[in-house]
């Protein structure tokens, strides 16, 4: 029982600092505010967290990590290089969108950051681009896809996907994000596929 009451707590805090950081920003949260928020004694986050610094990262790396998960499991659902682009992209759509606290650290904050959290999120998007990489490569070996450099290609799909979250963050999250899928999985596929895109 005492481990799972350290865990709540720990989960508690992670979901507080990430509502905070994404409405407030990084510099302008106290540990006394996520404190307050998770209903914890403010030196209890001192016990998982040596530093607010150390919070962040924890915030990034249990959101990226179950996102870049569902991302994988996602893609090894469907079948073919066009599915696999459309799972991709839409649930990585949808994941930003069911998290707007973390979506607007992610984009909105990072550049505040120091280098430990710029750090993990590159090595987030890195594991994003590899997934993109390999969705890529598996259309251009089926013949699907054009021939093309598949890490430059990963590159340009995730920019055109970050700039599309980056996007719905700027106007305050005020519309669906999963709702621009299609557009965008529409606009990659356009550009990659040899004999043209079914209705997705």
């Given at each position: 029982?005492?481990?799972?009451?350290?865990?709540?707590?720990?989960?508690?805090?992670?979901?507080?600092?990430?509502?905070?950081?994404?409405?407030?920003?990084?510099?302008?949260?106290?540990?006394?505010?996520?404190?307050?928020?998770?209903?914890?004694?403010?030196?209890?986050?001192?016990?998982?967290?040596?530093?607010?610094?150390?919070?962040?990262?924890?915030?990034?790396?249990?959101?990226?990590?179950?996102?870049?998960?569902?991302?994988?499991?996602?893609?090894?659902a469907?079948?073919?290089?066009?599915?696999?682009?459309?799972?991709?992209?839409?649930?990585?759509?949808?994941?930003?969108?069911?998290?707007?606290?973390?979506?607007?650290?992610?984009?909105?904050?990072l550049?505040?950051?120091?280098?430990?959290?710029?750090?993990?999120?590159?090595?987030?998007?890195?594991?994003?681009?590899?997934?993109?990489?390999?969705?890529?490569?598996?259309?251009?070996?089926?013949?699907?896809?054009?021939?093309?450099?598949?890490a430059?290609?990963?590159?340009m799909?995730?920019?055109?996907?970050?700039y599309?979250?980056?996007?719905?963050?700027?106007?305050?999250?005020?519309?669906?994000?999963?709702?621009?899928?299609?557009?965008?999985?529409?606009?990659?596929?356009?550009?990659?596929?040899?004999?043209?895109?079914?209705?997705?």
């Amino acid at each position: 029982m005492a481990r799972k009451r350290v865990g709540n707590k720990r989960e508690r805090i992670i979901n507080a600092a990430a509502k905070l950081f994404g409405e407030k920003g990084y510099h302008r949260t106290t540990t006394s505010e996520i404190a307050d928020a998770a209903g914890v004694a403010a030196g209890t986050i001192y016990i998982y967290f040596a530093s607010k610094e150390m919070l962040i990262v924890g915030v990034f790396e249990e959101f990226l990590g179950s996102h870049m998960e569902r991302l994988s499991e996602g893609v090894r659902a469907v079948s073919g290089a066009e599915a696999k682009t459309r799972r991709l992209l839409t649930l990585g759509l949808e994941l930003m969108e069911s998290n707007p606290s973390s979506a607007r650290i992610f984009l909105s904050q990072l550049r505040q950051s120091s280098e430990m959290v710029k750090t993990v999120a590159k090595k987030s998007s890195r594991i994003y681009m590899d997934i993109i990489e390999d969705v890529v490569s598996g259309g251009i070996e089926a013949g699907t896809f054009r021939e093309f450099d598949p890490a430059t290609t990963a590159i340009m799909v995730f920019g055109a996907y970050q700039y599309v979250v980056f996007e719905w963050v700027a106007a305050d999250c005020s519309y669906s994000l999963g709702a621009k899928a299609k557009a965008l999985s529409d606009f990659v596929l356009m550009g990659m596929s040899r004999d043209g895109i079914s209705e997705g």
